[in-house]
């Protein structure tokens, strides 16, 4: 899916990392929720509450997910799920443009 319709966006921005990564949260008219957002090269961890599907639009990142001891790439119009209540680490090669999709458990 290239474009997301009948949905609310928060205005203001979910900024982590000083600023090196960004997102918005977008509302469907189901009440799902995904944010859409951009990360600027660098090694992040992040901590999942929900599980989530992490699609990538644009970039190149490497990721290490919970349990796991092996480094993944994925590439612009790949995805990855991550478990709930687990964190990752993403190791960003360039500017990359990403969609998440969480799911409540």
Wanted: charged share 25%.
């Amino acid at each position: 899916m290239t474009e997301l319709t009948n949905v609310t966006v928060t205005k203001a921005a979910n900024i982590y990392f000083d600023g090196k990564v960004t997102s918005r949260k977008v509302t469907l008219a189901d009440g799902s929720v995904k944010t859409l957002g951009i990360m600027m090269p660098g090694e992040y961890t992040f901590a999942a509450g929900d599980e989530e599907l992490m699609e990538i639009l644009a970039g190149n990142v490497e990721i290490l997910l919970s349990g796991k001891s092996e480094w993944k790439s994925i590439s612009a119009g790949q995805n990855f799920k991550v478990d709930a209540n687990t964190k990752f680490d993403i190791k960003v090669k360039i500017l990359t443009d990403y969609c998440c999709s969480y799911f409540p458990v």
